[in-house]
Each structure stands twice: as structure tokens, then as C-alpha cells.
């Protein structure tokens, strides 16, 4: 996760890691922790290599599985960040963050 960040901030894109990383997150997204989740969701989104496969049938399901387990707001900020940026739009994911952030929204900064 932190190499593809690294890569990402930085616009740094290397086709053949990017692929290989997106081939076993296909099968083993689950095994990732939230943080891990939200890094490599910005990384793709970053290097404009995220699309719906990606980021609904992938990461979607992983993510709503774990969303108590994100650091609230931060993570789940960046998440919706990252399909917005990503221009694909999962509605129940979309209201399942919601859900969790309505009770957060005093945490938040204007950032």
C-alpha cells in the first residue's frame, strides 16, 4: 500500500505494478486492513487507474464489510474522495458512509 502512495503522490505511474497489484487485490482485497484499503484506493484513484470494476466490485464489498473498522471521519472522507475522483458512483456504499459520518460531522475540519 505505501509503495503505491509513494508512487501516486507523485503521479508516478508504472503500468506493470499498478496491474500486478490490482491482479491479487482481485483475490485477496479482504486480507487488506482499512487503512491499507483506503491507500491503495487513493493510489488508483490518484493515478487515474481506478474504474467501477475496480473500485464497486472490488473494493465496495471489502470496504462495507470493515466500515466500523475505518478511522472515522479521515478514512472514510478519503474513501468517498476516491470514487468521486474516480467519477464512479456506489450509491449503497455511497449511504452506508453516510450513515457512519452523520453521527461524526462535529469531528470534521472544513478540509
Known amino acids: ?20 497489484v490490482r491482479e491479487v487485490l482481485s483475490q485477496q482485497a479482504e486480507t487488506c486492513s482499512p487503512r ?7 493510489a488508483f484513484s490518484r493515478v487515474k487507474k481506478a474504474d467501477e470494476e475496480l473500485l464497486s466490485h472490488i473494493f465496495s464489498p471489502v470496504v462495507r464489510e470493515k466500515l466500523l473498522e475505518f478511522d472515522v471521519p479521515r478514512d472514510l472522507c478519503t474513501l468517498a474522495f476516491t470514487f468521486s475522483n474516480a467519477r464512479v458512483m456506489d450509491e ?3 449511504n452506508d458512509i453516510a450513515h457512519v459520518l452523520s453521527s461524526k460531522v462535529k469531528l470534521m475540519n472544513a478540509h
Open 36 to 42: 491499507e484499503l483506503v491507500q491503495i484506493a487513493w
Open 1 to 20: 500500500a505505501s509503495i503505491l502512495w509513494a508512487f501516486a503522490n507523485l503521479n508516478f505511474t508504472h503500468g506493470a505494478l499498478f496491474s500486478a
Open 92 to 94: 449503497g456504499l455511497f
